[in-house]
């Protein structure tokens, strides 16, 4: 029977909105999580802008019209600068009379007071935010306190915590990218993790030692990076061939990979410290400090307000999007992971598809190890430990199946974004990390119940319309 | 079906929200005044930083603030992600026990230009242009000589080949070694007899498996082993069963580091001969004295180191919290 035929305009709707939920489920998901996390994190929230500083200057002159000289107190920060700046603006304008001005510590305020005391100067009102209206010499400084009020909100919904949540989860998000590869054609790539490592110290070590150290040109820690990058990609290829040439299953020839790169980066580290230290000593497995300050630009610099590693992500996800939907090789990609003989058959190059996809996954995880070396201004030999179980989880909960040829890579981005929300959530709603583990765990068995269940599912829906 | 599942997942999530309002998180009405203590722990699964969690959350509500505890589990990207998070939730002051002394850095100065102190207690960051409003520690170059003195009491005029059991990732312990190997050195000055041998360095990992491997192989390669100086106590407890097992725990004396209770009992035992002992719970306590000054505006000590005391059997004898 046709769909649609005799049924009623609600019914309709209801079908409609049913089929638009089943097949944006993750999308759903992570509205949920959201949804729930601003809940929980429905707090009291304390201003510090232009606004309300002009709201404390109005507060301030509405108790003593412009007959007090007023302190005005905040931290050394830019955001508190700002405010204090709008403070003295509202009083300057009313003609108030500023005592004094401390930009700094608890103790500058009773440095401050003391010294107003001091010079005999008359001190009325002090003007600050709730937090310093908190300190101890403004509260017994004995005068009145004015700070701008509060108002409720979540803080899971400030622009300062979602952009946590997007950068610190960049790193995840990018290594999934080549994980749903591998998993697009039936593999699994547990080298993720070390390879990140290596990445990282390698630049570290490279960037130290043979491009200048703190002198090293941003030419030079370019090359760093990509040295890094490259060995990763050179991993991959390596999993890749035991793969395709010897057929080892890709779980054993990754997990070998696995120890053997994380080895190597805890050798290179330790070599590293040990020639810091003039050669006597035996190093420590501690980060390899990179001197040169461009070198941390990467993971904690920003582009209009968004930290690279978000835009960074962000063109690599469109990059790989456009990859997988428009290009033979993408294709190809899927052909291989629906049925490996078919493609054989009919003419897809297997062997070289498999090599370039575990390359390409090396090489992402090579990139998060980049990311993750300049974000700690230096190579981490133990960095990325049980990433890939994250990254994993990520690529299922996104949708795609493990037994391949059935995944996007704009599945494995909210899948992605959906294990950065609950441990963002959970994090800031105070939930130890042994509770989240447990959520994570549950998470990946509904993700991949369901896809055991998929074609079940199929049958109920068809039957029940 | 499919909603249905959806909905478990949404469900399970809101139950572990749920647990923490229950928990951790307690004071959130608002109605305490002073604002929250973030803490970042080295890792909960050593006891040392549970007494350290414990005995701060206790002092910092007797003064009025509320605590978040977070576990770092000895990875520093987990720890900064923490950092940022208890910066996004507006706390008042940070503390922590960084995991990495030189990589925690950038999240340090992060905080910094928010304005929100960073007070640290037992290792001490040293990354470049961080500023540190407060740091409580053990002095463990101290406490490596005591351990060094305990050994050369416990070997006596025999003197002998000793082991170092090490954990060279947190420089706590190469700071107690290196007291350790002074100790020693000044022992051995001007004399040819009875000479004490420091032999080898194994890596004991801080934990009692990996300090039994290690112990265990070092009997092999040293058979005539008189001593162990391990970098704590579970890696002492692992040398101690390695040592039974191979029906050696005569010969060689142990001495730890701590005075965790386990490490306790076994000095009371006869086990481990003495420890060099650290107090967590002073750690808790004086670090959130220091964040109570800086909020008063007060001067204090910016970096305070506890000096150690040497505990044997004697001690354990007379101690009232063992039984």
């Known amino acids: 029977m046709p769909e649609g035929v005799g049924e009623s305009a609600a019914g309709r709707w209801r079908r409609k909105l049913l089929d638009l939920l089943g097949r944006n489920l993750s999308v759903v998901v992570l509205a949920l999580l959201c949804l729930i996390s601003s809940v929980a994190t429905w707090r009291e929230q304390n201003p510090i802008t232009s606004r309300s500083g002009g709201a404390v200057a109005r507060q301030v002159l509405e108790a003593c019209q412009t007959t007090c000289s007023v302190l005005v107190v905040a931290r050394d920060t830019e955001a508190d600068r700002v405010f204090a700046q709008a403070i003295e603006q509202g009083l300057d304008s009313a003609g108030a009379r500023i005592a004094g001005r401390v930009f700094g510590q608890p103790r500058d305020v009773r440095l401050e007071?003391?010294?107003?005391?001091?010079?005999?100067?008359?001190?009325?009102?002090?003007?600050?935010?709730?937090?310093?209206?908190?300190?101890?010499?403004?509260?017994?400084?004995?005068?009145?306190?004015?700070?701008?009020?509060?108002?409720?909100?979540?803080?899971?919904?400030?622009?300062?915590?979602?952009?946590?949540?997007?950068n610190q989860n960049a790193d995840i998000a990018i290594i999934a990218l080549g994980m749903t590869l591998v998993i697009l054609t039936a593999g699994i790539d547990l080298s993720v993790g070390s390879l990140l490592a290596l990445a990282g110290v390698i630049a570290a070590v490279a960037a130290q030692e043979w491009f200048g150290g703190a002198a090293a040109s941003p030419v030079?820690?370019?090359?760093?990076?990509?040295?890094?990058?490259?060995?990763?990609?050179?991993?991959?290829?390596?999993?890749?061939?035991?793969?395709?040439?010897?057929?080892?299953?890709?779980?054993?020839?990754?997990?070998?990979?696995?120890?053997?790169?994380?080895?190597?980066?805890?050798?290179?580290?330790?070599?590293?410290?040990?020639?810091?230290?003039?050669?006597?000593?035996?190093?420590?497995?501690?980060?390899?400090?990179?001197?040169?300050?461009?070198?941390?630009?990467?993971?904690?610099?920003?582009?209009?307000?968004?930290?690279?590693?978000?835009v960074l992500m962000l063109v690599l996800f469109v990059a790989a999007h456009l990859l997988m939907t428009r290009t033979m090789f993408g294709r190809y990609v899927y052909a291989v992971g629906g049925n490996v003989e078919a493609a054989r058959l009919s003419g897809v190059p297997v062997t070289a598809v498999l090599l370039a996809v575990y390359c390409l996954c090396g090489a992402f995880a090579g990139l998060a190890g980049i990311v993750d070396a300049s974000r700690f201004e230096g190579g981490r030999p133990n960095a990325g430990e049980l990433y890939e179980l994250q990254v994993i989880a990520a690529v299922v909960?996104?949708?795609?199946?493990?037994?391949?040829?059935?995944?996007?890579?704009?599945?494995?981005?909210?899948?992605?974004?959906?294990?950065?929300?609950?441990?963002?959530?959970?994090?800031?709603?105070?939930?130890?990390?042994?509770?989240?583990?447990?959520?994570?765990?549950?998470?990946?068995?509904?993700?991949?119940?369901?896809?055991?269940?998929q074609p079940r599912l199929r049958r109920f829906r068809r039957k029940s319309l | 079906m499919k909603r249905a599942l959806a909905g478990t997942v949404a469900v399970a999530f809101g139950c572990a929200l749920g647990a923490c309002a229950g928990g951790t998180d307690g004071g959130e009405s608002g109605s305490i005044a002073r604002g929250t203590i973030g803490y970042s722990a080295m890792t909960l699964k050593n006891p040392f930083f549970k007494i350290v969690a414990d005995s701060l959350t206790a002092e910092?509500?007797?003064?009025?603030?509320?605590?978040?505890?977070?576990?770092?589990?000895?990875?520093?990207?987990?720890?900064?992600?923490?950092?940022d998070n208890f910066l996004a939730s507006g706390v008042a002051a940070i503390v922590l026990n960084p995991v990495d002394r030189i990589a925690i850095g950038p999240a340090v100065r992060r905080a910094?230009?928010?304005?929100?102190?960073?007070f640290t207690s037992d290792l001490q960051a040293v990354a470049e242009g961080v500023e540190i409003a407060g740091h409580v520690g053990t002095d463990n170059y101290q406490g490596g000589l005591l351990a060094g003195e305990a050994m050369i009491e416990a070997l006596g005029e025999a003197g002998g080949e000793v082991l170092v059991l090490h954990f060279k990732q947190a420089n706590s312990c190469v700071l107690r070694v290196d007291g350790f190997r002074h100790a020693i050195a000044e022992y051995n000055r001007d004399r040819t007899e009875g000479r004490i041998e420091i032999v080898a360095e194994l890596e004991g990992g801080g934990l009692r498996d990996e300090g039994y491997r290690a112990m265990a192989d070092g009997i092999q390669a040293y058979p005539d082993l008189a001593?162990?100086?391990?970098?704590?106590?579970?890696?002492?407890?692992?040398?101690?069963?390695?040592?039974?097992?191979?029906?050696?725990?005569?010969?060689?004396?142990?001495?730890?580091?701590?005075?965790?209770?386990?490490?306790?009992?076994?000095?009371?035992?006869g086990?481990?001969?003495?420890?060099?002992?650290?107090?967590?719970?002073?750690?808790?306590?004086?670090?959130?004295?220091?964040?109570?000054?800086?909020?008063?505006?007060?001067?204090?000590?910016?970096?305070?180191?506890?000096?150690?005391?040497?505990?044997?059997?004697?001690?354990?004898e007379q101690d009232p919290t063992l039984d």
């Open chain 1, 113 to 166: 007071v003391e010294r107003i005391a001091a010079a005999g100067g008359s001190l009325d009102a002090i003007a600050t935010h709730r937090i310093a209206s908190e300190w101890g010499p403004v509260r017994t400084a004995g005068v009145p306190v004015f700070s701008p009020g509060s108002y409720h909100w979540p803080t899971f919904l400030t622009a300062r915590n979602l952009l946590n949540v997007v």
């Open chain 1, 220 to 310: 030079g820690l370019l090359a760093a990076m990509l040295l890094g990058v490259g060995a990763a990609a050179l991993g991959g290829l390596l999993s890749g061939t035991m793969v395709t040439a010897f057929r080892v299953p890709p779980f054993v020839a990754t997990l070998g990979l696995m120890m053997l790169a994380r080895g190597l980066a805890l050798i290179l580290a330790v070599g590293h410290q040990r020639r810091l230290v003039g050669g006597g000593a035996e190093g420590t497995p501690e980060a390899v400090r990179v001197d040169a300050a461009a070198f941390a630009w990467l993971g904690n610099g920003a582009v209009l307000g968004v930290p690279n590693p978000i």
């Open chain 1, 397 to 453: 909960v996104g949708g795609a199946s493990l037994a391949g040829g059935r995944g996007r890579i704009a599945g494995t981005l909210i899948g992605a974004m959906i294990i950065a929300v609950i441990q963002n959530g959970l994090n800031i709603a105070g939930v130890a990390s042994y509770e989240q583990k447990v959520v994570f765990g549950a998470l990946i068995l509904a993700a991949v119940l369901l896809d055991r269940l």
């Open chain 2, 60 to 83: 910092a509500e007797r003064h009025g603030f509320d605590v978040v505890v977070t576990d770092a589990e000895r990875d520093v990207n987990r720890q900064s992600q923490q950092v």
């Open chain 2, 112 to 118: 910094n230009e928010a304005g929100v102190p960073v």
């Open chain 2, 227 to 269: 001593g162990v100086f391990a970098i704590n106590d579970p890696s002492a407890l692992g040398a101690r069963t390695a040592l039974e097992q191979a029906g050696r725990a005569d010969q060689v004396r142990i001495v730890g580091f701590d005075g965790e209770i386990a490490g306790r009992e076994a000095i009371r035992d």
């Open chain 2, 271 to 316: 086990k481990i001969y003495a420890d060099p002992i650290q107090y967590p719970d002073r750690m808790g306590v004086m670090t959130v004295q220091n964040i109570v000054s800086y909020l008063d505006g007060e001067d204090f000590e910016r970096v305070h180191l506890i000096p150690t005391e040497l505990y044997r059997q004697a001690d354990a």
